[in-house]
């Protein structure tokens, strides 16, 4: 149950040298909570909602504030306990273990139906905490850029031999992940067209910087696209409707796109997902008087998205998954070959997973601009990717920053082992204003069960197996992270997933730079190993050249 009191405040993390907490241990997660609830992080921050339909960072206020208020008073030998957003009491542990400890709407197998979590949550004992919502690393849409980047790359060079001008790009929903889809798309060098139900959504990004212009129609926004190829550039246009309907109607036209997706926040059909017809005023009111009618209504308006997706595929363009389930919601509404084109993982993005490549986040907790543009200037001499320096040049240039600046690149174990222990050393040396977190999306390799997602299609058929993002979280918290989570739903809903994350303060101490080699050393090892176990011939590569190593041997900090 979501407390209507109190819930008009305006929550910003403390910027700054001076800690507000005992040690930047906790410090460190308390800025990042309250950085998730920033209003220019969250999409709904009144509600605690940080994105993905009802992804939340806290159950409700009070809990909320209890939480603040822990993590004031606790020491570095204690561990806080969080339960679906709820504190839950505090640990006596020591100075290696995590200060918090975090579950979220995990349900045991047979009970794990949106069905069940919805009656709990009505009953305030769950909360959906999406993927790094509850986990506090959000860092608006720029933490997913990099990655819908990546992916759209990728896609480039599978379907146009590597060059992706004068091709646009079909998709929907703007919120706080799909959000990052034009800005991303632009970048890779196509023009995209986003279809999204809420205007106050398109403008919040062209606000931000990831949307360039709005359409009033339909064919407007067919011609700024137009237009834009006639001039050799690559345009973003945000129009509203509703996908269904917009896709539907692009299908007669004459101007198809080249590649077709989706990120509307399908994978929750009560709260992410708005049916065809209705406005948002009466879908609003029905999800409070007919959730069960309006569930019912938006799957049937996914069935009618998904078969024009299948159209689009049928005429020989790449249609893919972009993980929101929306393949599942259609399959049960009647579509029965809603499988046929593929989930963006397993098209685009395994290969780099058996490369151990995972994502490498890093938040300046001062606050200070500058603190990311001296990392990012050290990293491009520390990272040996030579596309990393490529890609801050662009981010630079065109990423604004949304509450604590941060940034975020896709590297392999080396390299994310060598820039954490560089952030550490840097933060040693005085050369940043305060300490840096150094975290990850939730998606990753090893830290995900994700059937129809992150594992989708795994060569042995283990797809369902959750072992992996046990072992993945598991080992963060041996390894010394400073938080940690292991969430249940995220990406595609209750009964769907089975996810890990973490998140390591960098404050500059011996004993941290221990913790950062191991955890990040670890993650990326549980990844390649999962990869290899399945049978992926790169992935066991990658193991006998990466995996057990001592990084922390070698690396030079200053001493006090
Ligand atoms: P969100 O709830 O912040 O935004 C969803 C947006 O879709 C909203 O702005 C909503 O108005 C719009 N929308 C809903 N129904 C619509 C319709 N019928 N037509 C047009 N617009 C509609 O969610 P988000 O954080 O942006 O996440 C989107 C989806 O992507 C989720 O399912 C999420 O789980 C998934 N996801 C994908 C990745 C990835 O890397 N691909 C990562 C995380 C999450």
Same mark, same amino acid.
């Given at each position: 149950?979501?407390?209507?009191?109190?819930?008009?405040?305006?929550?910003?993390?403390?910027?700054?040298?001076?800690?507000?907490?005992?040690?930047?241990?906790?410090?460190?997660?308390?800025?990042?909570?309250?950085?998730?609830?920033?209003?220019?992080?969250?999409?709904?921050?009144?509600?605690?909602?940080?994105?993905?339909?009802?992804?939340?960072?806290?159950?409700?206020?009070?809990?909320?504030?209890?939480?603040?208020?822990?993590?004031?008073?606790?020491?570095?030998?204690?561990?806080?306990?969080?339960?679906?957003?709820?504190?839950?009491?505090?640990?006596?542990?020591?100075? &290696?273990?995590?200060?918090?400890?975090?579950?979220?709407?995990?349900?045991?197998?047979?009970?794990?139906?949106?069905?069940?979590?919805?009656?709990?949550?009505?009953?305030?004992?769950?909360?959906?905490?999406?993927?790094?919502?509850?986990?506090?690393?959000?860092?608006?849409?720029?933490?997913?850029?990099?990655?819908?980047?990546?992916?759209?790359?990728?896609?480039?060079?599978?379907?146009?031999?590597?060059?992706?001008?004068?091709?646009?790009?079909?998709?929907?929903?703007?919120?706080?992940?799909?959000?990052?889809?034009?800005?991303?798309?632009?970048?890779?060098?196509?023009?995209?067209?986003?279809?999204?139900?809420?205007?106050?959504?398109?403008?919040?990004?062209?606000?931000?910087?990831?949307?360039?212009?709005?359409?009033?129609?339909?064919?407007?926004?067919?011609?700024?696209?137009?237009?834009?190829?006639?001039?050799?550039?690559? $345009?973003?246009?945000?129009? $509203?409707?509703?996908?269904?309907?917009?896709?539907?109607?692009?299908?007669?036209? &004459?101007?198809?796109?080249?590649?077709?997706?989706?990120?509307?926040?399908?994978?929750?059909?009560?709260?992410?997902?708005?049916?065809?017809?209705?406005?948002?005023?009466?879908?609003?009111?029905?999800?409070?008087?007919?959730?069960?009618?309006?569930?019912?209504?938006?799957?049937?308006?996914?069935?009618?998205?998904?078969?024009?997706?299948?159209?689009?595929?049928?005429?020989?363009?790449?249609?893919?998954?972009?993980?929101?389930?929306?393949?599942?919601?259609?399959?049960?509404?009647?579509?029965?070959?809603?499988?046929?084109?593929?989930?963006?993982?397993?098209?685009?993005?395994?290969?780099?997973?058996?490369?151990?490549?995972?994502?490498?986040?890093?938040?300046?907790?001062?606050?200070?601009?500058?603190?990311?543009?001296?990392?990012?200037?050290?990293?491009?001499?520390?990272?040996?990717?030579?596309?990393?320096?490529?890609?801050?040049?662009?981010?630079?240039?065109?990423?604004?920053?949304?509450?604590?600046?941060?940034?975020?690149?896709?590297?392999?174990?080396?390299?994310?082992?060598?820039?954490?222990?560089?952030?550490?050393?840097?933060?040693?040396?005085?050369?940043?204003?305060?300490?840096?977190?150094?975290?990850?999306?939730?998606?990753?390799?090893?830290?995900?069960?994700?059937?129809?997602?992150?594992?989708?299609?795994?060569?042995?058929?283990?797809?369902?197996?959750?072992?992996?993002?046990?072992?993945?979280?598991?080992?963060?918290?041996?390894?010394?992270?400073?938080?940690?989570?292991?969430?249940?739903?995220?990406?595609?809903?209750?009964?769907?997933?089975?996810?890990?994350?973490?998140?390591?303060?960098?404050?500059?101490?011996?004993?941290?730079?221990?913790?950062?080699?191991?955890?990040?050393?670890?993650?990326?090892?549980?990844?390649?190993?999962?990869?290899?176990?399945?049978?992926?011939?790169?992935?066991?590569?990658?193991?006998? &050249?990466?995996?057990?190593?001592?990084?922390?041997?070698?690396?030079?900090?200053?001493?006090?």
């Amino acid at each position: 149950m979501i407390s209507k009191k109190a819930n008009q405040r305006i929550v910003r993390a403390a910027r700054g040298p001076e800690c507000t907490a005992r040690s930047w241990q906790t410090e460190a997660p308390l800025r990042m909570l309250m950085n998730n609830l920033d209003p220019e992080v969250a999409e709904n921050p009144e509600e605690l909602i940080v994105y993905g339909g009802r992804g939340r960072a806290a159950r409700n206020w009070e809990a909320f504030d209890r939480i603040v208020g822990t993590l004031r008073e606790m020491s570095d030998e204690e561990t806080l306990l969080i339960q679906s957003g709820k504190p839950v009491g505090v640990l006596k542990t020591h100075a &290696d273990a995590p200060r918090v400890m975090i579950a979220n709407s995990n349900l045991v197998g047979k009970w794990a139906t949106t069905e069940v979590f919805d009656e709990l949550e009505r009953q305030g004992l769950i909360m959906f905490g999406q993927m790094t919502a509850g986990s506090w690393t959000f860092i608006g849409s720029q933490g997913i850029v990099g990655g819908t980047f990546e992916t759209f790359v990728e896609a480039g060079r599978q379907h146009f031999g590597g060059d992706l001008s004068g091709k646009w790009l079909l998709t929907g929903g703007l919120g706080g992940m799909g959000g990052a889809q034009p800005l991303a798309g632009v970048m890779a060098g196509c023009s995209v067209l986003a279809v999204e139900m809420r205007a106050s959504r398109i403008a919040r990004r062209i606000e931000s910087g990831y949307l360039e212009r709005q359409a009033e129609t339909l064919g407007d926004a067919l011609e700024m696209i137009r237009q834009a190829k006639a001039r050799g550039e690559a $345009v973003s246009v945000g129009i $509203v409707g509703n996908a269904a309907e917009v896709y539907e109607q692009i299908l007669e036209g &004459d101007m198809l796109p080249d590649l077709v997706t989706d990120q509307t926040a399908a994978h929750d059909p009560l709260h992410g997902y708005i049916p065809a017809g209705w406005t948002l005023a009466e879908w609003e009111k029905q999800r409070e008087n007919d959730p069960t009618g309006t569930i019912k209504a938006a799957k049937a308006t996914m069935a009618r998205q998904v078969r024009a997706m299948l159209a689009f595929r049928d005429r020989g363009i790449p249609v893919f998954d972009y993980g929101n389930n929306i393949r599942q919601m259609a399959l049960e509404s009647g579509i029965e070959n809603a499988f046929d084109f593929p989930g963006f993982i397993q098209q685009y993005i395994r290969p780099q997973f058996c490369r151990g490549r995972t994502q490498f986040r890093w938040v300046a907790l001062s606050g200070e601009v500058e603190d990311i543009r001296v990392t990012s200037a050290e990293l491009k001499n520390v990272v040996k990717d030579q596309a990393f320096t490529r890609w801050i040049d662009m981010a630079e240039s065109r990423i604004k920053f949304q509450g604590l600046p941060s940034r975020s690149y896709w590297m392999g174990l080396q390299d994310r082992v060598a820039a954490g222990l560089a952030l550490n050393r840097m933060v040693a040396e005085g050369k940043v204003a305060a300490p840096i977190v150094v975290t990850r999306d939730h998606i990753s390799s090893g830290s995900v069960a994700s059937p129809n997602r992150e594992s989708e299609g795994m060569l042995d058929g283990s797809d369902a197996i959750a072992d992996w993002p046990m072992l993945n979280a598991l080992s963060a918290c041996a390894s010394g992270a400073t938080w940690m989570s292991l969430h249940h739903g995220g990406g595609v809903g209750i009964g769907y997933s089975q996810h890990a994350g973490f998140a390591c303060v960098a404050d500059g101490s011996e004993a941290a730079a221990r913790r950062i080699a191991r955890v990040l050393g670890n993650d990326s090892s549980v990844a390649i190993f999962r990869h290899a176990d399945a049978g992926y011939e790169q992935a066991a590569k990658t193991a006998r &050249d990466e995996c057990i190593w001592r990084p922390y041997e070698s690396a030079t900090f200053p001493r006090a």
